[in-house]
């Protein structure tokens, strides 16, 4: 072994070490500069630069699950603090705090409602320097606060002071520039349809506020909104001494269903396990749906009845007084999401499962034809519940997917480089690329590509973005049949006609590579032809997929067309191929064609034949005399 052997394999070795002492990006990139000076060749520097570029990228995924793993860490650590609820203001601050080290902000607050002045006021503040915030109030319409407590939807801002969307006032900017805040993100905190207060986060710089800090930050509201309402119910049961058996036991009731739920929901518990238990508090019969209508989970509830056909969600109505039968009331979700509350249509109640203004779900309650305001609310605390259950799975399901893409990504990209390592890879994800897969590939117009991918998600065993298109693999049945059932299903998930096109069944990296390309030369096609909302595989088109496809494979087509005859003359030292042409060349007048073979009419007869018995009988229908003779124009043209 060289000098620089031993120099490249020490480099190696010292990326390793960093990477599991947890090294800073700056320390692994500076590995290669290092070993620079040890006489590296060029071929050996770039080795090892690649190297680094792994060793960076394992530490940014590491980086990723361990902040994925505190964000949920807080959350469940917030829920537990609301089922035991001993302290408001611990609980908030708790809260606050939370909220702070979870976003990476500089200083977070939360402030509450005064409906009678018409303001809201700074309750609780974490990582605040100066005294004129925490005895800010805002009226409502003011500022960024004031804004989000007026219309109950979130806002942020990249630079608050200079953002002319908002009314500044003298007071606000004060506080502002006090604390040097610069980026502001604020979600209301809702009880029903009322905001009761809203909750900041902020930097002392610029910072753009992605969605999923949206999300997170209006679901640590939600559990603030929750433990202002339990302290609430606290002190109305006090003063009430006429109802304070029956607040007790609503409260007692409450708190246990809150306890049970989120334990289960702590120890892993599935969708299925969380609407069995919500169904046995409530008593009654739950329906559990995605956002999309498609049923996710059904306990105590009559199945509806079959409507339409393949995978689509049934959106056939809802189900009314004079019916247990429960289908996705579309309808009735809406109003609950405007509501903030649970709703009544016929004999069943419906609650939207919201994170923040984005909707997750929906429950429906069966069998409790009438619910008192303690049952109402504890059925919308459930949905709390489920909303944070939702919540997990996405986060579950994102780092699954991005496991998967990239799997799918190295299949697609670089099939030949390791075969036995993609192999391997798929079995650790339970997927046997060795088996064949069909490969389909969705298209659609205004509909984010994630989106689309979320709805491939039942139908097929691998499913991810390459170069910007939805792939999917799929183990089990006809190309072409599943590209057509895939279109309609797909279109009525995501509300948009999706085209499908179709390829293999493939089986083995390469294979499966090849037949990706050809089901995008299938979608291209299909939208060439303007068969928008369809779905395919490239044989069905014909000749007219090969003319029109963005990469042409003339000599598959004339192999898929000419195959068995082609075969036959390689094989038996005929040429069949010749009569064929001459047959066609000349109208299909036999006498004609005898002629020119310069043979008997009967050998004319039985090379035809034989030739219907190697095409199939239907070889001289239009449409495939049609395709015949330009395969046969296109094999001559290649020689």
């Not at 109640?349 to 994170?355: E, I």
């Amino acid at each position: 072994m060289t000098s620089v052997d031993v120099a490249v394999n020490d480099a190696v070795r010292k990326l390793l070490d960093l990477l599991a002492a947890d090294a800073s990006g700056e320390q692994l990139a500076h590995v290669p500069v290092a070993a620079r000076s040890a006489g590296l060749s060029d071929a050996d520097h770039q080795e090892l630069a690649r190297a680094t570029e792994v060793a960076l990228r394992i530490r940014h995924t590491l980086t990723e699950h361990r902040r994925r793993e505190a964000e949920l860490r807080a959350l469940f650590d917030t829920a537990s603090d609301l089922s035991k609820l001993r302290d408001l203001d611990e609980v908030l601050r708790s809260i606050v705090h939370r909220a702070r080290m979870l976003l990476r902000v500089d200083l977070s607050y939360l402030s509450l409602n005064d409906e009678a002045a018409g303001t809201t006021y700074m309750r609780v503040t974490d990582g605040s320097v100066s005294s004129l915030l925490p005895r800010l109030r805002i009226g409502h319409g003011e500022g960024l606060g004031g804004l989000v407590a007026q219309t109950a939807h979130p806002y942020a801002s990249a630079d608050y002071l200079s953002d002319p969307r908002f009314a500044h006032t003298v007071s606000i900017d004060d506080a502002v520039s006090a604390e040097q805040m610069v980026g502001i993100l604020g979600v209301p905190l809702m009880l029903g349809s009322k905001v009761i207060g809203v909750l900041f986060a902020a930097d002392r710089q610029r910072r753009e506020f992605t969605a999923d800090e949206v999300a997170l930050l209006s679901s640590l509201a939600d559990h603030a909104a929750i433990a202002i309402d339990n302290a609430q119910l606290l002190a109305e049961t006090r003063r009430a001494n006429e109802t304070i058996s029956a607040g007790n036991e609503a409260m007692r009731r409450a708190e246990d269903a809150h306890d049970r739920l989120m334990e289960l929901v702590l120890r892993g518990g599935d969708v299925a396990q969380v609407a069995a238990e919500v169904a046995e508090v409530l008593g009654g019969g739950i329906v559990f749906f995605d956002a999309a209508g498609v049923e996710l989970a059904r306990v105590a509830a009559a199945a509806p009845p079959v409507v339409g056909t393949g995978n689509a969600p049934v959106r056939s109505g809802f189900a009314g007084a004079a019916s247990a039968k429960v289908t996705w009331p579309e309808e009735a979700v809406a109003a609950s999401r405007a509501a903030g509350r649970a709703v009544r249509v016929g004999d069943q109640w419906v609650c939207a499962v919201l994170a923040g203004p984005e909707l997750l779900g929906s429950l429906v309650l069966t069998g409790r034809a009438a619910l008192d305001e303690a049952d109402r609310r504890l059925f919308e605390r459930a949905c709390v519940v489920a909303a944070l259950l939702l919540l997990l799975r996405r986060s579950v399901a994102k780092a699954e997917d991005e496991v998967r893409g990239e799997l799918l990504t190295d299949l697609l990209t670089a099939p030949d480089r390791n075969p036995a390592a993609l192999l391997a890879r798929g079995r650790r994800l339970g997927i046997d690329l060795a088996a064949p897969h069909a490969v389909l590939i969705a298209h659609v117009d205004g509909v984010p590509r994630r989106r689309l991918a979320m709805a491939c998600g039942r139908f097929a065993t691998l499913v991810g973005l390459h170069a910007e298109q939805v792939v999917l693999l799929v183990a089990d049945g006809d190309p072409a049949e599943l590209a057509a059932r895939l279109a309609t299903s797909l279109s009525a998930s995501v509300e948009a006609p999706v085209t499908v096109g179709a390829s293999g069944p493939a089986a083995g990296p390469a294979a499966l590579a090849a037949a990706a390309d050809e089901a995008r030369r299938c979608v291209r096609s299909l939208l060439a032809l303007g068969r928008v909302g369809h779905g395919a595989a490239l044989a069905d088109l014909g000749f007219v997929g090969q003319l029109i496809g963005d990469r042409t494979d003339l000599s598959g087509y004339v192999r898929a067309t000419l195959g068995p005859v082609l075969e036959y003359d390689a094989r038996r030292g005929t040429d069949l191929v010749a009569t064929l042409r001459a047959y066609f060349e000349c109208g299909t007048n036999l006498t004609r064609a005898k002629d020119v073979l310069h043979v008997h009419v009967n050998t004319v007869v039985q090379r035809l034949d034989r030739i219907a018995s190697l095409l199939g009988e239907d070889w001289q229908t239009p449409a495939r005399a049609l395709e015949i003779q330009i395969a046969l124009r296109l094999h001559q043209l290649h020689g």
